[in-house]
């Protein structure tokens, strides 16, 4: 039953990514393609912060813009490196 359950959430985390992707906040991993329903998804690669890197960036002011809040989870595998941009790559509520 718990399989189930995670399975169907790990869907609409899919989902909410690929919604999220199209207002091309500049902070989010884009989305290269996506399947709709979840069932399939596909961002640019991103680099993984270090430790060092994620303990030493402040995060939660960066998730903070003058019109939206960037919907991540501050934990280091939520954030990468694109074209040497910090970008969310775990995104939605």
């Given amino acids: ?4 359950r995670l399975f169907l959430l790990g869907l609409l985390a899919n989902m909410q990514e690929r919604m999220f992707s199209k207002c091309k906040w500049p902070e989010l991993c ?4 996506s399947v709709p329903g ?6 640019r690669r991103a680099k993984p912060l270090t430790r ?3 303990d030493n960036l402040d995060l ?9 809040t960037i919907p991540a989870e501050i934990k ?3 954030f ?8 969310a790559v775990d ?3």
């Fill in 1 to 4: 039953m718990v399989e189930w």
């Fill in 30 to 33: 884009p989305v290269l393609f």
């Fill in 38 to 43: 979840g069932w399939f998804l596909i961002m």
């Fill in 52 to 54: 060092v890197e994620f």
């Fill in 60 to 68: 939660e002011r960066w998730i903070k813009k003058e019109n939206y």
């Fill in 76 to 78: 280091m595998d939520s």
């Fill in 80 to 87: 990468g490196w694109v074209d040497g941009k910090l970008v």
């Fill in 91 to 93: 995104y939605g509520s």
